[in-house]
């Protein structure tokens, strides 16, 4: 019974063992290249100086750091993240960097307006998708437009006269 147990222990380990040498390829993890490894380092990091300015804003509430104390060290702890997150961002490719750049800029793309324009938002007066209801950039509504009765003008929905014509449009 013993001699058995051992035999099949062995047999596991040599299989275990010899399992990368005769797996096919896709059966066996890659390992990630130098690039991932360092952007997984740097993402941890990044958390880690989170959490501690996270601590240093409590402590400081708490009332167990002194102004001064509580300035010095949370400048620091910001800097070193915005030194990392600056790290991280060098490492996106700049396929991935391009659309960030649209998104945190908050500026609208010659690429995102198409040949047929959509309503334009009244709060940021950014031109959007013909049909949108809500504004891509700010998120206001949007009101959908409406035409006029009698000369078939474009108006916006609380339009209670026709810019063109002058007839009173129904509510």
């Keep these: 019974m013993t001699l058995l147990f051992l035999a099949s222990l062995a047999t596991g380990v040599v299989l275990f063992v010899l399992f990368p040498v005769f797996a096919r390829s896709s059966e066996v ?3 990630p290249s130098a690039d991932a490894r360092e952007r997984k380092i740097l993402g941890e990091q990044k958390e880690r100086l989170y959490e501690a300015i996270k601590d240093v804003d409590f402590e400081y509430r708490a009332g ?3 102004d001064a104390d509580y300035q010095s060290v949370r400048s620091d702890l910001v800097s070193q993240a915005g030194a990392v997150i600056s790290k991280l961002d060098e490492m996106v490719d700049a396929t991935e960097k391009e659309p960030l750049r649209k998104v945190v800029s908050g500026e609208p793309s010659t690429e995102d307006v198409t040949a047929e324009e959509g309503p ?3 709060s940021c007066q950014r031109v959007n998708p013909p049909g949108a209801t809500f504004c891509l950039q700010c998120g206001a509504g949007i009101a959908a437009p409406e035409n006029c009765p009698e000369c078939s003008t474009e108006l916006p929905k609380e339009a209670r ?3 063109s014509c002058g007839v ?3 509510a």
Excluded: M, N, V
């Design 29 to 31: 993890s890659e390992l």
């Design 64 to 66: 167990k750091l002194s």
């Design 120 to 122: 334009t938002c009244p």
């Design 161 to 163: 006269f026709c810019t």
């Design 168 to 170: 009173t449009i129904p």
